[in-house]
């Protein structure tokens, strides 16, 4: 059985990696190098570092590299306003789930993923929300997540990153 383990701020820097094996998945080449991966970094030191988090992360090393991730799932608690379905408006947001391309197909992103929803369950958390690529879909679905009727959409405006 393969076991994932809450990451610390010592895990940052191999959270970003991981992070940019993801968004190659999902833009088809590897990203621009720049700002991003020192950024992201310190908000994982900082955030994963907090007495009472509002951002988690799950992963599995590498069996045969000790230090080396495998694979993460990364998720945020956020405060909206309360609704009938969700009366205290927490819910979780799945942000970051990503496997080293070398460690595919071995569970590692189910047993990450399902230890960040126990998480959130042990919060009290009773929505939890995501974006999926195709190829991770059924993984999802597996899980319980459903395609919901409202579709996404951003705006970044101008002189912001």
């Known amino acids: 059985m393969i076991s994932a383990r809450r990451a610390t701020a010592a895990d940052a820097a191999e959270l970003v990696r991981l992070r940019g094996v993801m968004i190659a998945a999902m833009q088809g080449r590897e990203p621009d190098d720049g700002p991003?991966?020192?950024?992201?970094q310190g908000t994982l030191e900082r955030r994963l570092a907090e007495a009472e988090p509002t951002l988690a992360a799950f992963v599995v090393t590498?069996?045969?590299?000790p230090g080396r991730?495998?694979?993460c799932a990364v998720g945020t608690v956020e405060a909206r306003l309360g609704g009938p379905g969700n009366p205290s408006g927490l819910t979780g947001y799945v942000f970051n789930v990503a496997t080293d391309p070398a460690h595919r197909r071995l569970g590692y992103s189910r047993s990450c993923t399902t230890a960040l929803l126990n998480w959130y369950r042990s919060q009290g958390i009773v929505t939890v929300d995501l974006r999926a690529t195709p190829a991770a879909e059924p993984l999802y679905r597996s899980l319980g997540f459903v395609r919901t009727p409202d579709p996404a959409m951003r705006l970044h405006l101008p002189g912001t990153a």
Do not use: G, I, K, S
């Not at 991003?36 to 992201?40: G, S």
């Not at 590498?62 to 590299?65: E, G, H, K, N, V």
């Open 69 to 71: 991730l495998a694979a």
């Open 62 to 65: 590498q069996p045969d590299t």
């Open 36 to 40: 991003w991966r020192e950024y992201a």
